[in-house]
């Protein structure tokens, strides 16, 4: 019996605005240079995720701003690696998830610290996660091109918190988050 291991991380926990961001990956067979992706610049890490989502059963969760505010982040963590973890199209045998928190979940399913560092399928998701979230945010750059989404990705840089102090909030700042509300 071949046993499927999924590997789950997420994106986003200390942004300011969008989403919170997890990936669950079961690769089907050794991919080299899988780390975790904040080690990779943006375009080995797009190299990367295209070899990933071929070689691999993957699907993403998400958990909005307003969930975010709603539940705190990190239930929202664990409720967008919930949803990816569901939303795989094949069910694994064991799932490995990145941090000390685990998502409740009837699975046979283990928290790894450091386990983007050393766990490929995780590594795998840290990468597929950050380049979808990435990529989220630029699009959304385009819907508020005053806030510098496309530079920043919702991070607390400088920068942004200039941006809400001159503009004010959007529809996908974490209000709940210390400095965004003005």
Known sequence: ???????????????????????????????????DSKKLSPKKRDSLSKIIKQE??????????????????????LLAMKRAILSLPTVPSKILVDGIYKPDINFNIEAIIKGDSIIEE????????????????????????????KNHKGYGTKLHFQKIQEFGTTDIHRMTFKGVAV
């Not at 046993?3 to 942004?15: F, K, M, N, P, S």
């Not at 691999?56 to 963590?77: K, V």
């Open 122 to 149: 995780i590594s795998a998701a840290s990468i597929i996660a950050k380049v979808k979230r990435d990529k989220y945010m630029k699009e959304i750059d385009k819907k508020y091109p005053d806030y510098g989404f």
């Open 1 to 35: 019996m071949t046993v499927l291991i999924a590997g789950v991380d997420e994106v986003g926990r200390g942004c300011l605005a969008g989403p919170v961001m997890a990936a669950a990956v079961i690769l089907k067979k050794p991919i080299p240079g899988l780390c």
């Open 56 to 77: 691999s059963f993957y699907s993403f969760g998400i958990a909005t701003p307003q969930e975010i505010d709603e539940i705190n982040i990190l239930q929202a963590t």
